[in-house]
């Protein structure tokens, strides 16, 4: 694969970013180069890297900030030796496979696909230009590579999957007395829909009614989250992106009837959520 070392910076980033629960998906060979010194890295040659990012919300921010002050410290300086092209989906999965196009035509050496639909949106427009992965829960089922120790093809990267199971236990922990569990995900992301599941096996080895409550966008959560506030005891979310794009309103709703939220990520507690057991 070309730019091995480009990649392995950008998979150390996410090595840093990740380092509590995310597991690093092959690669492992050129994450030994990605730690050089600067000296050595100052004279890499000019390279471009292309950054589709699913939305706006502040988990995926932040590893998009990561991605470019990684990069920095593995001695690529933009405007210098580094060109970063950066595409916002927005949450609009139809604009995702134009949007990679684009950063394929702007001449893309390594390009970094940030949450599940902005990855598998990278991988159906090539399979030459090297894909690494950031925020994929589920890159098998996902269908990103084939096994998660020696993927193949043009992709790899981590995956911050975290342990739903022992989410459930801080709930049972916190909330003894609760008997049901509502799982509010988006029926458009397929790590949504692998997490959900999980949940749904949690729920019932921790004795606890579980109803899934699937959103097909953002303008139906309030509904959905005033309907489930009434019926069940706390409210579960996984890492999804579409939900945690509108966190304010899922605490807004739950807050009138104060339902507990447990959630997938530390940014979705900071925004009102109960508590997690998730990453940093």
Do not use: C
């Given at each position: 694969?070309k ?12 090595g840093f ?13 050129t994450?030994e ?17 292309g950054i ?8 995926l ?20 030796n580094?060109?970063?092209e950066?595409?916002n989906?927005?949450?609009d ?20 696909g ?5 990855a ?24 990103l ?7 193949g ?7 911050d999957k ?10 049972q ?11 509010l995900?988006s ?36 509904q959905?989250?005033q ?5 069940v ?5 996984p ?7 509108a966190?304010?309103?899922v ?9 507990p ?20």
């Open positions: 694969m730019n091995k070392g480009l990649i392995a910076a950008v998979i150390v980033i996410f970013l990740l380092a509590a629960f995310g597991y690093q998906m092959g690669a492992k060979q994450g180069s990605a730690e050089q010194p600067t000296d050595q890295t100052a004279k890499k040659e000019h390279k471009t890297v589709l990012q699913f939305v706006s919300h502040e988990a921010d932040e590893i998009t900030r990561g991605v470019k002050e990684g990069l920095k410290q593995s001695g690529y300086t933009e405007g210098d580094l060109t970063i950066f595409q989906g927005q949450a999965q139809s604009k995702l496979a134009t949007m990679s196009q684009q950063l394929l035509n702007r001449g893309a050496d390594v390009l970094v940030i949450a599940t639909p902005a598998q949106a990278l991988a159906n427009t090539t399979k030459d230009v090297p894909i690494v992965l950031g925020a994929v829960t589920d890159p098998v089922g996902a269908n590579v084939a096994d998660m120790d020696k993927p093809g043009n992709i790899t990267g981590v995956s975290t342990p739903v199971a022992t989410q459930f236990e801080l709930a922990e916190l909330m003894p007395e609760a008997k049901s569990v509502g799982i995900y029926s458009t992301e397929d790590n949504s829909k692998y997490q959900a599941a999980e949940a749904e096996a949690a729920a019932e080895k921790y004795g606890l009614t579980s109803k899934k409550y699937a959103v097909p966008s953002s303008n139906e959560i309030a959905t989250v309907v489930m506030a009434e019926t005891d706390f409210i579960f979310i890492l999804d992106n579409t939900i945690a794009n966190m304010q309103t605490v807004g709703e739950a807050n009138k009837t104060k339902t939220i447990i959630t997938s990520a530390e940014t979705m507690v900071q925004q009102g959520g109960l508590a997690t057991v998730g990453q940093n």
